[in-house]
């Protein structure tokens, strides 16, 4: 599965690299992981020191971002914060992947196991996103782990819907109609000739994914049901700055920009990856 897909991806990067917003996305996208990554390089101190005496300062020379309703450095906070939202979308993107590709190819290719695979990401599907998830973390208790666990639930059914839908018209081309005829197994058919063609999809979902997990993950930590609040993370400052809007409005903004300009960088990459990646839709870029 990895080689096909390493091989779709080599295919279109020479075309999607002259796209300037699939340059951009991906060059603010970088500047956010790497943060994370280097988080102890490139702020003052750990995350958790607390200052009761410089409580609630506005940003300054000497904090950036200002300090929070304990005296801790926003702009520290906001830096290692990167690391569990990123992290928590980039997790979910890749489980969600993983079994939404087992699915979805399961459906597609075998009509005996499409009607009860369908159903169920039917069922899936007809909860809202974020209702589903709230509930999930819910009964599994608040957690990093469970909170992966839940998004992955919730979007392994997009994922799964899109490659079904491509798996069902690839299953009845012609040279897949050969290797059947030439008593190939379905599994090879499926890893060579099914998956491979598969790649764009399955990318460009995938961004997209990472995108509404983060978001989703914020929309948790900001309802109590997220990561705990002691770890940093976007969506637990958000939470906390809830009580202290109206004095200090910077607890509450760097963290939504952070969200923010995360997610459109994520969609920009979504977006000129589908325009690149679609064979239809790549004569016009």
């Not at 940003?59 to 450095?73: A, I, L, Q, V, Y």
């Not at 764009?200 to 929309?219: D, K, N, R």
């Amino acid at each position: 599965m990895t080689t096909a897909i390493l091989s779709g991806l080599r295919v279109g990067f020479a075309h999607a690299m002259r796209r300037s917003t699939l340059t951009i996305g991906l060059t603010v996208l970088a500047v956010f992981v790497l943060a994370a990554i280097f988080a102890p390089l490139l702020t003052p101190g750990p995350p958790d020191v607390l200052d009761i005496g410089r409580r609630m300062r506005p940003p300054s020379s000497d904090h950036w971002m200002g300090t929070d309703e304990f005296g801790r450095d926003v702009y520290t906070r906001l830096v290692y914060g990167g690391r569990l939202s990123l992290g928590i979308g980039a997790m979910t993107a890749f489980f969600s992947a993983i079994f939404g590709v087992t699915l979805g190819l399961l459906a597609g290719f075998f009509p005996v196991l499409d009607r009860t695979l369908s159903r169920v990401i039917d069922a899936m599907m007809a909860f809202p996103d974020i209702l589903l998830a709230i509930a999930l973390v819910a009964a599994l208790n608040p957690s990093v782990a469970n909170v992966v666990l839940a998004l992955t639930v919730v979007y392994t059914p997009r994922i799964a819907r899109t490659v079904r839908a491509s798996t069902l018209v690839i299953r009845e081309l012609p040279y897949v109609e050969a290797a059947r005829a030439l008593g190939v197994s379905s599994g090879r058919i499926l890893r060579v000739h099914v998956l491979r063609n598969l790649v764009s999809p399955i990318i460009v979902q995938g961004t997209f994914v990472f995108a509404y997990a983060m978001l989703a993950e914020a929309s948790l930590s900001f309802l109590g049901v997220g990561a705990s609040p002691e770890r940093p993370s976007w969506g637990t400052m958000i939470s906390a700055a809830r009580s202290y809007y109206r004095q200090a409005d910077w607890l509450a903004l760097y963290p939504g920009l952070a969200i923010m300009i995360a997610v459109l960088s994520l969609q920009m990459v979504g977006d000129a990856l589908r325009d690149v990646l679609d064979p239809k839709l790549r004569r016009s870029v």
